[in-house]
């Protein structure tokens, strides 16, 4: 149940994260996500390109895009569209996911500073789960990275665990 004031600037006026994404935007959305259940990645991720660029200012299309490209494994997109999101949005979650698409993308430097900044910050924070899992793929010690991982799959991270 959320109660919320949504004439406080004296017209409806709702706060961002409740604005509706236009429909165009979720055209596209619906558009990558078929795509992506397809099989075809390029035309999934020009699809999400487009919700971003149709409705630039809301992050729901941001995070679609983002995770989209997660899931199709297109990691090198995945830095991007985070770092992008994370300038017009910042905090939140897309710092975790920018730090495992660092780890999964090669920039192991950079995922492993994140990492400890995060954790640093927030040792308990909802994100713990994936940090872990990323701690486990930039760990350069096997062993503790397994135990990374084995950590974050009991979590509840499932992209860590082993098959």
Do not use: M
Request: with cysteine; proline share 6%; hydrophobic share 45%.
């Amino acid at each position: 149940l959320l109660y919320t004031n949504v004439y406080r600037c004296g017209v409806a006026c709702l706060p961002a994260a409740l604005k509706v994404v236009p429909g165009a935007a979720v055209r596209h959305l619906d558009a990558a996500e078929a795509a992506a259940k397809a099989g075809n990645v390029e035309g999934a991720l020009t699809a999400a390109r487009a919700s971003t660029d149709t409705a630039p200012e809301h992050e729901r299309t941001w995070v679609f895009r983002g995770n989209l490209a997660e899931g199709l494994a297109q990691w090198e997109d995945a830095v991007s569209i985070w770092t992008a999101a994370l300038v017009k949005f910042p905090g939140g979650i897309s710092e975790s996911h920018r730090a495992e698409a660092l780890a999964r993308a090669g920039h192991t430097e950079e995922a492993r500073a994140l990492v400890a900044k995060l954790l640093g910050a927030a040792p308990d924070a909802p994100t713990r789960p994936r940090l872990l899992c990323v701690s486990a793929i930039v760990e350069p010690d096997p062993k503790k990275g397994k135990t990374l991982a084995d950590q974050a799959c009991a979590e509840g991270y499932r992209r860590c665990c082993s098959p």
